[in-house]
C-alpha cells in the first residue's frame, strides 16, 4: 500500500487574505503585465466594468502554493512539486482590496513508478462573492524517500 493515500480526502481551508494594489503591482513588474486594468486605478475607475483595478487572474493561480500551506504534512524525505493542473477556470474578478482564501481537498491518490500524483480538488472564494473565483484540479507529484 502506498504510505500516501492516507491522504485520500484531506481537506484545508486556508486564512484569508487580502489583495491590495502592492501585491498586484509587484505581480505585474514581476511578469511584464502592466495592463492598466491591473495597474492603474484611474485609467479602471473610468474605463473597467468593475470600476477599481483587479488582480491579475495568474495572481489569483500563483496564490494555490501559499493558501495551501497546512494541507501536506511535511515529512523527513518528502518532495513535492508542481505538476499542472486541469479543468482550471478564472470565474470571477478579484477587485482590489478583496479577500480570497483557498479551499483544498486531496481527491484522488494515483501511485506511479517513481512517486504518487494527489489530485487535489481547488476552490479560491473571494468573500462576498456568490461563487468561486478559481476553480482547478491541482495535481502534485509527491516522492518520499525510503
Not at 494594489?21 to 485609467?43: C, E, K, S, Y
Not at 479602471?44 to 501536506?72: D, N, R
Request: aromatic fraction near 6%; glycine fraction near 8%; hydrophobic fraction near 40%.
Amino acid at each position: 500500500m502506498n504510505a500516501l493515500e492516507e491522504l485520500s480526502g484531506r481537506t484545508h481551508v486556508s486564512d484569508w487574505l487580502t489583495i491590495d494594489q502592492a501585491r498586484i503591482d509587484a505581480f505585474a513588474d514581476i511578469t511584464g503585465d502592466q495592463n492598466p486594468l491591473h495597474v492603474d486605478p484611474v485609467w479602471a475607475a473610468e474605463h473597467s466594468p468593475y470600476k477599481t483595478t483587479i488582480a491579475h487572474g495568474f495572481l489569483t493561480l500563483s496564490l494555490l502554493s501559499h493558501l495551501a500551506e497546512g494541507l501536506l504534512e511535511r515529512r523527513p524525505g518528502m518532495v513535492s512539486v508542481n505538476y499542472g493542473l486541469d479543468r482550471m477556470r478564472l470565474m470571477g474578478p478579484v477587485p482590489v482590496g478583496s479577500r480570497v482564501r483557498g479551499s483544498f481537498t486531496i481527491a484522488a491518490v494515483e501511485p506511479r513508478a517513481n512517486g504518487t500524483v494527489l489530485r487535489v480538488k481547488v476552490e479560491i472564494e473571494r468573500d462576498g462573492a456568490e461563487r468561486p473565483v478559481l476553480s482547478a484540479d491541482w495535481l502534485l507529484f509527491v516522492r518520499q524517500a525510503p
